[in-house]
């Protein structure tokens, strides 16, 4: 399974972007998908999550500015972000949690797309 996250790159604060996943590759059974960032000097935290089922999680950090979306038929995952902070600028990665065929749960990670939020 493959992640190709797309949308990031420079904006001034108070901008929007939207970030974009696609998972391709067999995915047994998708747990959730979602998006976490990760600032220099920083710990990886949570963004946001999507269960299959709709249900979203919402990080801290970023809660009630963002939007979490899911697409299951298509396995793809986007983030909408408005008024952004010059905080907020970090590398996203997109996350999928899945189980294989024998009920393992298994997790991967996209690549990375870096927002900068300029003042």
């Known amino acids: 399974v493959q992640l190709q996250a797309s949308g990031g790159g420079l904006v001034q604060a108070g901008g929007s972007l939207r970030l974009t996943c696609a998972a391709s590759g067999t995915i047994n059974s998708m747990n959730d998908m979602g998006w976490f960032r990760q600032a220099p000097g920083k710990d990886r935290e949570l963004v946001a999550r999507?269960?299959?089922?709709?249900?979203?999680v919402y990080g801290d950090s970023m809660k009630g500015r963002i939007t979490i979306s899911i697409d299951n038929a298509k396995n793809t995952v986007a983030l909408q972000m408005v008024s952004l902070k010059p905080e907020d600028t970090a590398v996203y990665y997109c996350?999928?949690?899945?189980?294989?065929?024998?009920?393992?749960?298994?997790?991967?990670w996209g690549q990375g797309t870096q927002v900068t939020v300029s003042s």
């Open positions: 996350n999928v949690r899945a189980y294989d065929s024998s009920w393992f749960r298994v997790e991967y």
């Open positions: 999507m269960s299959s089922g709709g249900i979203a």
